[in-house]
C-alpha cells in the first residue's frame, strides 16, 4: 500500500466534496438528505480521501466539515442493518468504517473537525480522532446507541482517550445529549465560538496549523500517537531518538537558519 501512488483523477466522489487549497484539504460530508448518515459508500470515500491527503506533501492540513443542518448522524443504520444501496461512486475501497478513526489517528497530519450542527453516535469517531475539534455554539453531541439497544463499542476506543473516564461512561450509559460547554469542559472540542465564526475561526486554525514545518509535524505526530501505548520509562528513549532524527531534518535545518538570519522559513 505504501508504494501506490492515489490520484483524484477521475474519480466521482458521491457522498463528500473535496476541495484542495493553500496546503489545506477540505473534505465536506455531503449527504444532508440521510443527516450525513455514514454509509459504506462514504466511508470508502473519506478512507481514500484521508490517504491521498497523507500522501501529498502539499496537502499539511485537512478540514472536516458537512452540508446540511446536521453535521453528521452516525452510521447509517439502514446500511448497517444489511440494507444495500445502489451508489455511482467510482472511489476504491480501502477499508471499513473503523478504519476512519485509524486513518485520522495516523494521518500525521493537522485534522480539524469544523461541527456546525449537531452531532451523533459513530460520527464521534471523527471527533475523537481529529488533532483539533472547533464547533459552533449551541451545536449537541450524543451517543445514543444504548436507546437503539447498541452499545457505542467502536467510538470507546478514541472517546476515554479524550474525555475524563466517569464523564465518558455517563455519556455513553445514559445516551443523553451534552452542550458545547460541556464538550469543552471534558476535551471533546477544543473551543466553541458563534456559528457566523465558525468558517472563519476553522480557516484561520487550518492556514495557521499549514503554515508550520510540515515535516517535524509529520514526525511529531506519529511520535505522539507511538508514545501514547508506551509506558513512561520506553517513551522517554523513543522519543530522545525522534528527537535526535527531528534535529537532523530538512525543516530543522531550514528553521534553525531562518531563525539565526531573521527571516521566516521556507518549508518547500
Not at 106 to 129: D, M, Q, R, Y
Not at 168 to 190: C, H, K, Q, S, V
Not at 229 to 247: G, H, V
Request: with cysteine.
Amino acid at each position: 500500500m505504501s508504494n501506490e501512488q492515489l490520484s483524484l483523477n477521475g474519480l466521482h466522489f458521491e457522498t463528500v466534496e473535496l476541495e484542495e487549497k493553500n496546503y489545506v484539504l477540505t473534505i465536506t460530508l455531503n449527504r444532508p438528505e440521510r443527516k450525513n448518515a455514514i454509509n459504506p459508500t462514504m466511508a470508502a470515500e473519506i478512507i481514500y480521501a484521508l490517504d491521498y491527503a497523507k500522501q501529498e506533501r502539499g496537502i499539511r492540513a485537512v478540514v472536516l466539515a458537512a452540508n446540511g443542518d446536521i453535521f453528521c448522524a452516525g452510521g447509517d443504520l439502514a446500511a448497517m442493518s444489511g440494507k444495500a444501496s445502489e451508489t455511482a461512486s467510482t472511489v476504491p475501497v480501502r477499508g471499513d468504517l473503523d478504519d476512519i478513526a485509524l486513518r485520522f489517528r495516523h494521518l500525521n497530519k493537522p485534522s480539524i473537525a469544523c461541527v456546525h450542527g449537531n452531532l451523533f453516535a459513530g460520527a464521534l469517531l471523527f471527533l475523537c480522532n481529529v488533532t483539533h475539534a472547533i464547533a459552533a455554539e449551541g451545536v449537541q453531541f450524543s451517543a445514543p446507541e444504548i436507546k437503539r439497544g447498541i452499545w457505542p463499542f467502536m467510538v470507546m476506543g478514541g472517546l476515554f482517550r479524550i474525555m475524563p473516564q466517569r464523564a465518558a461512561l455517563d455519556f455513553i450509559m445514559r445516551g443523553n445529549p451534552i452542550g458545547t460547554a460541556e464538550a469543552e469542559r471534558y476535551g471533546l472540542i477544543n473551543t466553541a465560538v458563534p456559528a457566523e465564526a465558525l468558517q472563519t475561526h476553522a480557516a484561520a486554525l487550518a492556514e495557521e496549523l499549514a503554515s508550520l514545518a510540515p515535516g517535524s509535524m509529520s514526525m511529531g505526530l506519529a511520535a505522539f500517537n507511538a508514545q501514547d501505548s508506551m509506558d513512561f520509562d520506553s517513551a522517554l528513549p523513543y522519543l530522545r531518538e525522534q528527537l535526535n532524527a527531528c534535529l537532523q531534518s530538512q525543516d530543522a535545518r531550514e528553521g534553525i537558519s531562518a531563525f539565526l538570519e531573521k527571516r521566516a522559513p521556507n518549508w518547500d
